[in-house]
């Protein structure tokens, strides 16, 4: 996995929003399988129990989150395979991109915050997970795409030093 972008506060439409670029060794039809899938969904992504009604205006609901655990059902944004899949969740907007490149598939991953707040909170969130998805497509999944506190910390600090809005908030650990 190539880091382009390790995490950058946009706006987007007036809204504030997270931003990262990776590029996978993988074709964009592998990468596509993982980010839409829910049984690859489950080694990487925050809520590990994930279902999706395939389609603009379908649902999503996604539950299993240690940090959230009441299930949650929002709506399928965008639907385009093989390249992109935007939902709603908890008042965010999801947003992945994803598009061939020389050595593989570009994914961006923009996150549209319901608070500026959770700006930097999400992006060392967003990073661990990440992470998580290379070792899914690498054949390697099951890792924690929660990650440990003591993995979060510094990484949150990271961005708040970085000038990354934080409201302070921080999840218990489950």
Known sequence: MQVTDEGTYVEVDGRPAVRFERIYPHPVERVWRAVTDPDELRG??????????????????????????????????????????SFEWDGDELHLTLAPHEDGCRLTFVNVL??????????????????????????????????????????????KAAGMPDDGWLPEEP
Do not use: K
């Open 44 to 85: 990487w992504f925050p809520s590990p129990e994930v279902t999706i009604e395939p389609r603009e205006g379908g649902t999503i609901t996604m539950a299993g989150d240690p940090y959230a655990p009441e299930a949650s059902t929002s709506r399928v944004l965008v639907w385009d395979p093989p390249s992109r899949f």
């Open 114 to 159: 319901a608070t500026e707040g959770s700006a930097a909170r999400n992006a060392a969130g967003w990073e661990v997970c990440l992470r998580s998805l290379g070792e899914v497509l690498a054949g390697r999944p099951g890792g924690d795409q929660h990650g440990s506190m003591e993995e979060f910390r510094p990484m949150l600090e990271r961005y």
